[in-house]
Antibody
Framework: QVQLKESGPGLVQPSQTLSLTCTVS????????VHWVRQHSGKSLEWMGR???????SYNSAFTSRLSISRDTSKSQVFLKMNSLQTEDTGTYYC?????????WGQGVMVTVSS | DVQMTQSLSYLAASPGESVSISCKAS??????LAWYQQKPGEAYKLLIY???TLQSGTPSRFSGSGSGTDFTLTIRSLEPEDFGLYYC?????????FGSGTKLEIK
């Protein structure tokens, strides 16, 4: 059974770095891509970037300068790090698996950027 | 970026009725389109990909159509469990982009 679960701090201070973890089960990170998608409250979804099955990464240029996605295949985890957070980065962050569309999603983790 | 427009943000219909949700791309995306359903407290669910291919487990009352710039998700004979938010997403080019969503309420 495929599952993805996001974890991380619910509150981050402005200008700080957000670190999130996506723990997957039911598939291998070396076989499927994992993406990060965020949703501002009540608004649409925004694709942030992807960890390919071969370890390569791809990013939305809107985030390129401050976003990094990495993984630990032995722990079945994909990581998101984004620096220089601002209040506009408040939202729900999801990880999802799939080639270019998303077969499976996590439940999401809410992140608030506030002092 | 390819802009995806879902012109209807809200739709209400009764069980047994059929509804259609439209999605328009700002440029041709061939059939590189997916549809998702989100229900409160549940994870997003992939319904359709490649414009019209049902994901395993998607009930046959759901169908997708369209190619190029105009796409439609149709739900025949609505069931009460079909309420929720529906989003389209293009994967023709990076960055992957989504429509703004259509909320379907069951009367």
């Amino acid at each position: 059974q495929v599952q993805l679960k996001e974890s991380g701090p619910g509150l981050v201070q402005p200008s700080q770095t957000l670190s999130l973890t996506c723990t997957v089960s039911g598939f291998s990170l070396t076989s499927y891509s994992v993406h990060w998608v965020r949703q501002h409250s009540g608004k649409s979804l925004e694709w942030m970037g992807r960890m390919w099955s071969d370890g390569d990464t791809s990013y939305n240029s809107a985030f390129t300068s401050r976003l990094s996605i990495s993984r630990d295949t032995s722990k079945s985890q994909v990581f998101l790090k984004m620096n220089s957070l601002q209040t506009e980065d408040t939202g729900t962050y999801y990880c999802a698996s799939g080639p270019y569309y998303f077969d499976y999603w996590g439940q999401g983790v809410m992140v608030t950027v506030s002092s | 970026d390819v802009q995806m427009t879902q012109s209807l943000s809200y739709l209400a219909a009764s069980p047994g009725e059929s509804v259609s949700i439209s999605c328009k791309a700002s440029k041709s995306i061939s059939n590189y389109l997916a549809w998702y359903q989100q229900k409160p407290g549940e994870a997003y669910k992939l319904l359709i990909y490649s414009g019209s291919t049902l994901q395993s487990g998607t009930p046959s009352r759901f169908s997708g159509s369209g190619s190029g710039t105009d796409f439609t998700l149709t739900i025949r004979s609505l069931e009460p469990e079909d309420f929720g938010l529906y989003y389209c997403q293009q994967y023709y080019e990076k960055p992957l982009t989504f429509g703004s969503g259509t909320k379907l309420e069951i009367k």
